[in-house]
């Protein structure tokens, strides 16, 4: 860790302060809405007005979203961009909706392009990798493209972000190939989208308990763990004051830093899947989609739960018929004793 760093800088929040409906003040003019189990967020422009959305959750985000927006800005009020770390299900989930409607800039990565515009799906994701249940029902989550062609803008390739004079943005990828992470220097303000999160969200019980714990990004969709583990350390090497991630919620000051930089140290590990089929090469893209994707990995998990269904069904057949036959025994000796 790097003191210097931190010692000039100036700290603005130490800690997440709840709002209402699932709304959180994270830092000066920085917003988290939590949908289900995705954050969306709102940032303010401390040096010229206006706001951004950074992420719009779920298809079903659509109304919280608006109410995020009368709750931080005003009510029916439009912001001046949306910011999208990438283009995951659960980070574009309202954005077709919203788009059309707010007729806005939409800035994304140029290497995440052909997912937000109709030409080409994510890999698969992968549910062997374990953890829990949320990865082990990744084989339901959507993969395939959307298409917001007229309203999508590359992010200009100096890290600036025209509506957001105050912030940058970084290339992250790993989780995607055109992942960014957004950061305001001034007081250490990250932003990590999947880069890394801060609930273990393979698991369905950490998701709902939102457990804060720095972990890798969601293992169930990182196809390339080696460049995420290079995102990894580029994000620690940045000594944020906080971390704020599209799953769970954010963490501070020196709690944040060593957890990031344990992360960094011990990617192998902490970070990322024993197993899984992208673990041992990682699936190839250029700038209009995947060019490589591994073999798929047999999931032993179904295997596991077909199994238990079996033994319970043939358990359940067994004892049904131990109690008809003693049952019927009973009554051939009522029977009997009554003639
Ligand atoms: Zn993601
Ligand atoms: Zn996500």
Redesign the pocket.
Known sequence: MDKRIVDRREVSATEERHIVNNIYAVAPGVWRMKDVF?NVFIIESQQQPGYVLVDTGLKSSYAKIKNMIAEVMEPGGVPQAIVLTHG?F??RGALQQLASEWRIPVYCHHMEVPYLTGKSSYPPPDPTVGGGMMASMAFVYPSGPIDVQEHLRELPENGNIPELPDWQWLHTPGHTPGHISLFRERDGVLIAG?AVVTTKQESVFSVMSQKRVLSGP?KY?TPDWGTAARSVRDLAALEPNVIAS??GSSMYGDEARKALHKMAREFWHMGMPERGRYVKEPALFNDEGPTYVPPKLPNYFWVKVLAVTVIAVAGYVIVKKVNEDSLKKKLGKLWKRRF
């Open positions: 995705v995951h659960d980070h999947d969601p969709f599209g799953h």
